[in-house]
């Protein structure tokens, strides 16, 4: 019987153990980051950055930069997200606006100070905070996404972000978040033990 979308949603686990005999194909992972790149951002942003390794020697040596934890050697596949801070410059906020068709010209300048307003309210927004609320939200709704297809994948970060910056030559500026193994599961995961939403809840009437 098929789940339904909530039922899906709570059925999400993370799994550490994957086959490591299945495979995924390049158009397949680009499919699934066009439908999980539709997650929000502050001012449409999109500051994250994707570096999706296969290559099993690779594979290899992110697995000993994750303290040798078992699900990255076994991954069809390893995303590393990141962020691009740079993304926050005003001009290029606006930029992507007038060409995606989301700002006229006639608004530029308005658009410009509001979004300078709304950096004056809350720099945070532009800087470490902001990336990475921005780049979380991205990784969820990757996770959801990737399930969809039929993987599961589990977040991570007791992960050498420094080694594996290194190694894989990636651009300074970028900022790395999280590593997501991700396969096919050859086990259900551990039990999700959750709190209810009356113990962290306020209702204001």
């Not at 299945?22 to 951002?41: G, R, V």
């Not at 290899?60 to 590393?80: D, T």
Request: charged share 25%.
């Amino acid at each position: 019987m098929e789940m339904n979308f909530l039922e899906n949603l709570d059925a999400r686990k993370s799994i550490r153990h994957f086959d490591v005999n299945q495979q995924i194909s390049d158009a397949e992972i680009l499919e699934i980051l066009n439908h999980a790149a539709h997650a929000p951002s502050s001012n449409n942003a999109q500051p994250w950055k994707v570096v999706v390794i296969k290559e099993k020697n690779l594979i290899k040596r992110l697995q000993e930069l994750s303290f040798n934890q078992e699900q990255v050697g076994q991954a069809s596949a390893v995303f590393l997200i990141l962020g691009d801070p740079q993304v926050y410059q005003i001009d290029t906020l606006i930029s992507r606006g007038v060409k995606y068709g989301l700002i006229r010209e006639s608004q530029i300048a308005e658009k410009t100070q509001r979004i300078k307003t709304y950096f004056t309210l809350h720099p945070e927004d532009k800087e470490e905070a902001g990336l990475r609320f921005d780049v979380g939200l991205f990784s969820m709704n990757l996770m959801h996404v990737l399930r969809a297809f039929g993987y599961d994948s589990v977040p991570m970060r007791g992960v050498d972000f420094s080694g594996v910056m290194k190694i894989l030559a990636l651009p300074r500026e970028w900022r790395p978040i999280l590593l997501l193994p991700v396969g096919k599961a050859t086990t259900l995961g551990h039990k999700h033990l959750r709190e209810l939403a009356t113990s962290f809840t306020t209702i204001i009437e």
